[in-house]
């Protein structure tokens, strides 16, 4: 099927620089103004600073401004930067995942205004967390198994060590929209981490919720999505097309 994908890929750039053309007669003749020199012996002679490295950093140490009257070229100088861009795939194969951005949130900071569930998003974080007794859980579990609930760890998909008892908030990996371009952060799962806590922390870690359960805008019908349809065990494209065609129809015949 026909598709665009995101990814990531190395974009090519060209930056255009001023290359001086140390070698060019006038060149000496512009540093003497300066009473700078290429030559190590007139340097010495004279006294004047020697230009060992033909470079703009090394005239930049002897105070020396480039400007247009210096002998040179310009360069095209080619360059790469990884960036998130769209291909257009004719043939593609596109894996169904189930799994959204969802999780559980513990009873103890489910705001008291909402209502079953809170939409929860920040910089690339989305999830629907769903009202639960997390601690609860936690605490049973290590009653069972004979930890002590106060220190006990367990470890998280990036490798953090984390106590039990100060875990809230439970979450799936597709809740991290930025566990997609990890190849822009650092090439590993670890290292993008640290780049998006590093983030969030200069944001002071400030999560928003944009939505809770509410009544249907649709009486007593609620409007299908896709999460619902792609859990149908069904791939009839008669019946899979009556169902689209309802909640198209009713979509547009809300507006």
């Not at 060209?14 to 070698?23: I, M, R």
């Not at 006294?47 to 020697?50: H, I």
């Not at 979450?171 to 566990?179: G, N």
């Not at 371009?181 to 090439?187: A, E, Q, R, S």
């Given at each position: 099927?026909?598709?665009e994908?995101?990814k990531?890929?190395?974009v090519?750039y060209?930056?255009?620089?001023?290359?001086?053309?140390?070698?060019d007669?006038?060149?000496?003749?512009?540093?003497?103004?300066?009473?700078?020199t290429l030559?190590?012996?007139?340097?010495?002679?004279k006294?004047?600073?020697?230009i060992?490295?033909?470079?703009?950093?090394?005239?930049?140490?002897?105070?020396?401004?480039?400007?247009?009257k210096?002998?040179g070229?310009?360069?095209?100088?080619?360059?790469?930067?990884?960036?998130?861009?769209?291909?257009?795939?004719?043939?593609?194969?596109?894996?169904?995942?189930?799994?959204?951005?969802?999780?559980l949130?513990?009873?103890?900071?489910?705001?008291?205004?909402?209502?079953?569930?809170?939409?929860?998003?920040?910089?690339?974080?989305?999830?629907?967390?769903?009202?639960?007794?997390v601690?609860?859980?936690?605490?049973?579990?290590?009653?069972?198994?004979?930890?002590?609930f106060?220190?006990?760890?367990?470890?998280?998909?990036?490798?953090?060590?984390?106590?039990v008892?100060?875990?809230?908030v439970v979450?799936?990996?597709?809740?991290?929209?930025?566990?997609k371009?990890?190849?822009?952060?650092?090439?590993t799962?670890?290292?993008?981490?640290r780049?998006?806590?590093?983030?969030?922390?200069?944001?002071?870690?400030?999560?928003?919720v944009?939505?809770?359960?509410?009544?249907?805008k649709?009486?007593?019908?609620?409007?299908?999505t896709?999460?619902?349809?792609n859990?149908?065990?069904?791939?009839?494209?008669?019946?899979?097309?009556?169902?689209?065609?309802?909640?198209i129809?009713?979509?547009?015949?809300?507006?």
């Open positions: 099927m026909a598709a994908i995101v990531v890929a190395n090519p060209e930056n255009d620089e001023f290359v001086l053309e140390f070698d007669p006038r060149m000496e003749t512009i540093l003497n103004n300066h009473k700078c030559d190590k012996d007139k340097a010495a002679e006294g004047w600073s020697y060992k490295e033909r470079t703009k950093e090394e005239l930049k140490k002897n105070g020396i401004r480039i400007n247009g210096y002998p070229h310009h360069k095209s100088i080619p360059y790469t930067v990884k960036e998130c861009v769209v291909e257009e795939v004719e043939d593609a194969k596109i894996e169904n995942i189930l799994w959204d951005g969802m999780g949130i513990d009873e103890s900071i489910f705001p008291k205004y909402a209502n079953g569930f809170v939409y929860c998003r920040s910089h690339f974080f989305k999830s629907c967390l769903f009202r639960g007794n601690q609860e859980y936690f605490k049973d579990y290590c009653k069972e198994h004979e930890f002590d106060e220190t006990y760890e367990v470890t998280d998909m990036f490798g953090n060590k984390k106590k008892s100060d875990i809230k979450i799936t990996d597709k809740s991290l929209k930025w566990l371009f990890t190849d822009m952060m650092g090439g799962k670890q290292k993008a981490y780049t998006y806590q590093k983030l969030m922390n200069e944001y002071e870690n400030v999560f928003a944009v939505k809770t359960a509410h009544k249907s649709w009486d007593n019908l609620q409007l299908s896709y999460q619902m349809n859990s149908l065990p069904c791939t009839d494209k008669k019946i899979l097309g009556e169902i689209v065609g309802q909640v129809q009713c979509q547009f015949g809300r507006k």
